[in-house]
């Protein structure tokens, strides 16, 4: 076991998987990498395979919900965390793998709390099972005595100096949606004299994102494309965001591009401050995803993800907001297919 803490560009997302197979692992059983996204475990997957040269579902796969690219030659296996857990219930010393890989543990989800904790009680009884740990924001010393104190490496990223601006918020505004669609508008056009370069703005949905973008397209922004990110995209379009381009790219993402990934070229980050957040409602008995503020480890991750970003536009509300995310889950519906008997 072992807890790598790097910064986000640091590479430890895609490099790790190849220094295990350096080092011999992958031949007793699979290396297992898990993404909290299927988007990300997709993504991970096809540039692990291009740096090796192999083409995806040979020596580099990935299962998700639905897409199996994984074949009978595969050495590296990406994966979403709920996959994973669904093999638990099938294989419950976890035979098939012989290294696991946890990205993005700061997230904590009861997914990823569950795979944590059965894996400090399977390890005791597979020693022979190699355990990494990673993520770009986590408390290494907290998750190093979860794990027996646990050896613990620090990998530094790069270093960019990064400016925030906090814009000014409009509070007797009657369409906040306007708003917000005009505060995008004005950062725009304040970065378009800046000078080029890429930019990434955060939305709270696919709605939103299919509406700014098309208000962006009426505005005929000069050698300027704009591109969406999320999940229900399809794997041609969502991979237009990492290929290469002549002039500027605007990418309009969820918070899929918050962790997990990291949009190549990006110079400028505008952030509204909201996002859709899972909740369940006890009165009803279902789960709901409204949209509500995030809380300041956004902008904080946002900063650190921008390993090649200058500015960074978030709304003055962000100033005062919580610096905790609220934990509340439904427990009861998401525990569901992880019990045991």
């Given amino acids: 076991m072992v807890i790598v803490a790097g910064e986000t560009g640091s590479g430890k997302t895609t490099q790790l998987p190849k220094i295990c197979l350096e080092l011999g692992r992958g031949v007793k059983g699979l290396i297992g990498h898990t993404q909290p996204r299927r988007l990300a475990a997709r993504t991970v997957a096809n540039r692990i395979a291009d740096e090796l040269e192999t083409p995806l579902g040979g020596s ?85 005595r979860h794990f027996n104190n646990a050896p613990i490496i620090e990998v530094s990223g790069r270093t960019y100096p990064v400016e925030v601006r906090y814009r000014p918020v409009v509070d007797d505004a009657d369409d906040t949606d306007r708003d917000q669609l005009q505060a995008i508008f004005d950062a725009v056009d304040e970065l378009g004299r800046e000078g080029p370069g890429d930019i990434l703005i955060f939305m709270s949905g696919e709605r939103e994102i299919r509406d700014t973008a098309d208000a962006l397209n009426r505005l005929n922004l000069p050698h300027t494309e704009v591109l969406p990110l999320y999940a229900r995209l399809s794997n041609s379009e969502q991979n237009r965001v990492f290929q290469s381009h002549h002039g500027r790219r605007i990418v ?10 990291t949009v190549p070229g990006i110079k ?74």
């Fill in 60 to 144: 580099v796969g990935y299962k998700v919900r639905f897409n199996d690219q994984v074949g009978e030659n595969t050495l590296v296996k990406l994966m979403t965390d709920g996959i994973l857990l669904a093999e638990i219930q099938q294989d419950r010393l976890l035979m098939q793998y012989d290294t696991l890989i946890i990205d993005e543990a700061h997230e904590r989800s009861l997914n990823i709390d569950f795979i944590l904790g059965y894996l400090r009680e399977l390890l005791p009884k597979r020693p022979d099972l190699k355990v990494i740990i990673t993520s770009a924001t986590i408390d290494p010393q907290r998750f190093s």
């Fill in 252 to 261: 309009l993402a969820t918070n899929v591009a918050e962790t997990s990934l």
């Fill in 268 to 341: 400028y980050v505008i952030d509204p401050g909201t996002a859709r957040i899972s909740r369940y409602s006890f009165r009803t008995k279902v789960q709901r995803l409204p949209i509500e503020p995030v809380s300041q480890p956004r902008p904080t991750s946002v900063r650190a993800a921008a390993a090649v970003c200058r500015t960074v536009f978030v709304f003055a509300c962000m100033r005062n907001r919580i610096s905790c995310r609220d934990r509340s889950l439904p427990i009861r519906r998401s525990c569901a297919p992880t019990w045991h008997r």
